[in-house]
């Protein structure tokens, strides 16, 4: 995989890294990846992975979030909630996870590595409208995210990705113990991987505020090596 370079979405970024939520500092990213595995490191995980399964191979997610509210609430036994239809929403295949942590790997370069994540730390959107819902409830405090950023902001997304509609939607549940959103400060966060299988490719918008009174608040800045 390797970055992709979009002036478009560099620019939402500041945009979003900008705004004014409260007291808290807000440092985000939007970035597109090619889903083509390339170089050393990454041909390392992919074998390690492959052994552990093939890559078509179906392992678990971790359950939409319980903020989604996607679950049945008049449903007793838990065996109950998968069925065929929604089978999709706790599953993976191996070589979808891989594609997950890679970004993961690209965008945290050289500071975090999350090449051990396992397929319970995501979980998959049950739909955009609820991905809209989670953003908006975070972003959405800040007066100029409502001012035009929010529609330039999709309208973006919804290009680099080749349609948002033709996307699937995961995201990543922090460990708490070894990535950015465990550090102190951090008083929330979102990342979500926009999934276009076709186009082979992956919108990774990725989010965080952090206090002003943190010790790392001056250097917060989500670190990224350009260099493939």
Known sequence: MKLLESGRLEAMSSMVSALEVGDWRIVGRIESYS???AGGEQKSLYKKMAREGGASEIVALSPPSA???YLSKSTDSEGEYLTPENLEMFVISRKTLFNLITTLNLSFYPDYDFSDAKSHEFS???SLSHVWAEIDSRLGL???YNKGLRARLWEEIDREIGGLRNA???TYKS?????PFSEGGCGWYFNFFFYNVKLKRIVFFTCRAIS???SNSEDSEFA???ED
């Not at 460990?175 to 990535?179: G, Q, R």
């Open 35 to 37: 889903c083509k595995v």
């Open 67 to 69: 903020n989604y509210n």
């Open 124 to 126: 998959r959107a049950p």
């Open 142 to 144: 800040a007066p100029m």
């Open 168 to 170: 699937e939607i995961y």
């Open 175 to 179: 460990d708490l113990t070894s990535d």
């Open 212 to 214: 002003p009174n943190s």
């Open 224 to 226: 990224m090596d350009e």
